[in-house]
Every structure is written in structure tokens, then in C-alpha cells.
């Protein structure tokens, strides 16, 4: 059995006093929750979210880290900075890192190494665009960006990983990817794993869905064969709307 997650991603939202007011908001809201709750929240919030949220059954992360252990870096954070600070994971490879900040599959690779390093779960992001998915590119993308970014990661730290899959066309579009195509997906991109890790390793990873998952979708996304959690954006920013989330995220 694949661990479940609902992880929660609020980009550039919220101050730590917000992160700390919806974390007590959340906590009753959560209680008889079995599965794993992620919130990836600002820098600036990881250390008050964590130390508010020790002790419950929220895990707090980031949302992006430097593929370096430390230097001359300008505005940069790097993992261990994030693991002292209270952060448990780390989202990597986000569509819109890649799209607005110029990540590369080979930058996101040195973070993927050097998070695990850090002793910091990584949760990868990956995902094509429309263009890509209108000119059957998709399956090439996906094998492209899963590959290079996994290379070279030992086997042995494959249970560490978590796959995000976020088709870019679908993240705060309103557009879900309907389930099927959530589904094939996830098994493709399990597919690829496979080949780097191993059947058994491959099936031993968690692969969540991404983008416009709301209270009403994701029952439906959760039915999915290969589908083992959800990742969401603008719909966790309500804390009640999120709670209600987390409660379908379940199989
Ligand atoms: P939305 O849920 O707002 O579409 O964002 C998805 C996302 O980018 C999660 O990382």
C-alpha cells in the first residue's frame, strides 16, 4: 500500500501569522485524518508553521531550495537552512519555477540530489503544456523531465520521493484534468520510474495530482488506480475549503 498525501502549496501567500492562525484553524478540522497532511509554505513561515504545527499531525515544507550546500548566492536558500528551520520536505521542479524562473531538468536534478542529501524529502514536480499535449509530445516530456531529474538517485532512496504530477494547462485554470487522463498519466509516469527504480521500487512511490483540485473534484481524482494524493494550490488557501479536501483525499 502507497502512503496518501494532501499537500497543500500556497506559493507566495500568507505570513507566518497567517500560517500559525490557519494552522490552529485546521487542527480541529483534521482531527480523525488518517492520511499525511503537507502544507508547503513561504520561507518566512516554515519556522513558526513548524514549531506551531509539532506535535500534530501536519508536516510543514518548502516550496523551492538552492542545489547547493551553501555560497555566494544572492536571495537563494539552501536545505539545510530549510531543515533547521522546521521544514520536512520540499516541492522541486514546480511548473512555475520552470516556466518563470528558468529552471532546467538538469538544475532541478542537482536539487533533487542535494535535497536528499539534506536529508529532506523531495516532491517533484512534473507536467506538460498544452502545446505539448496537443502535439502528442506529452509521454516524451514526462519521460525527459522524470529521468534527468532522477538520475542517479540510489535505489535505496526511492521511498523517499513523492511525484507530482501537474499538467501545466490545468494549475490555476479552473481546468482539471478529467480522472482518465489524471489516471494514464500516473500510470506512465510510474512506467518511467520502473525503469529507474525497479517495479517494486516504482510501486512503493507516491504519485499525487496537481492542478484546480477543489472539494468538488477530487473524490473523482482520488478513484484513480495510480493516483495516491492530491497537491493543491488556490483552493488551499481557505482553510475550510482545505479541510474539506483533505477529507476526500482518501481511497
Ligand atoms: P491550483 O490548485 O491553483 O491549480 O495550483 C496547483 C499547483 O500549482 C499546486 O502546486
Redesign the pocket.
Known amino acids: 500500500m502507497r502512503k496518501i498525501y494532501c499537500i497543500a502549496?500556497w506559493k507566495m501567500y500568507k505570513t507566518a501569522r497567517e500560517a500559525t492562525d490557519y494552522i490552529e484553524h485546521l487542527l480541529p478540522l483534521i482531527e480523525d485524518f488518517k492520511e499525511n497532511i503537507y502544507l508547503s509554505v513561504p520561507y518566512t513561515s516554515i519556522a513558526a508553521a513548524s514549531s506551531f504545527a509539532k506535535k500534530t499531525k501536519i508536516v510543514i515544507g518548502a516550496q523551492n531550495m538552492n542545489d547547493a550546500k551553501e555560497g555566494a548566492f544572492t536571495g537563494e536558500i539552501a536545505g539545510l537552512m530549510l531543515k533547521e528551520a522546521g521544514a520536512y520536505f520540499v516541492i522541486i521542479g514546480?511548473s512555475e519555477r520552470r516556466s518563470l524562473f528558468g529552471e532546467t531538468d538538469e538544475f532541478i536534478h542537482k536539487k533533487v540530489i542535494r535535497a536528499l542529501q539534506d536529508d529532506i524529502q523531495p516532491i517533484l514536480c512534473v507536467g506538460e503544456t498544452l502545446e505539448e499535449r496537443n502535439s502528442g509530445t506529452m509521454k516524451k516530456v514526462l519521460q525527459r523531465q522524470i529521468s534527468i531529474a532522477l538520475s542517479n538517485v540510489p535505489k535505496s532512496s526511492s521511498d523517499k520521493l513523492i511525484l507530482a504530477y501537474?499538467p501545466v494547462w490545468?494549475?490555476?485554470t479552473g481546468k482539471t484534468a478529467t480522472p482518465k487522463i489524471i489516471d494514464e498519466a500516473h500510470a506512465f509516469c510510474r512506467e518511467v520510474i520502473s525503469e529507474l527504480f525497479g517495479k517494486k521500487g516504482a510501486n512503493g512511490i507516491s504519485i499525487v495530482y496537481?492542478?484546480?483540485?477543489k472539494v468538488e473534484n477530487v473524490s473523482e481524482i482520488m478513484k484513480g488506480e495510480n493516483v495516491d494524493g492530491v497537491?493543491?494550490?488556490?483552493?488551499s488557501l481557505d482553510v475550510r475549503e482545505f479541510a474539506k479536501i483533505v477529507h476526500k483525499c482518501k481511497k
Do not use: D
Not at 210 to 213: L, M, Q, Y
Not at 231 to 235: E, H, I, K, M, S
Open positions: 502549496n514546480h501537474e490545468s494549475i490555476g496537481g492542478g484546480s483540485v497537491l493543491v494550490g488556490g483552493a
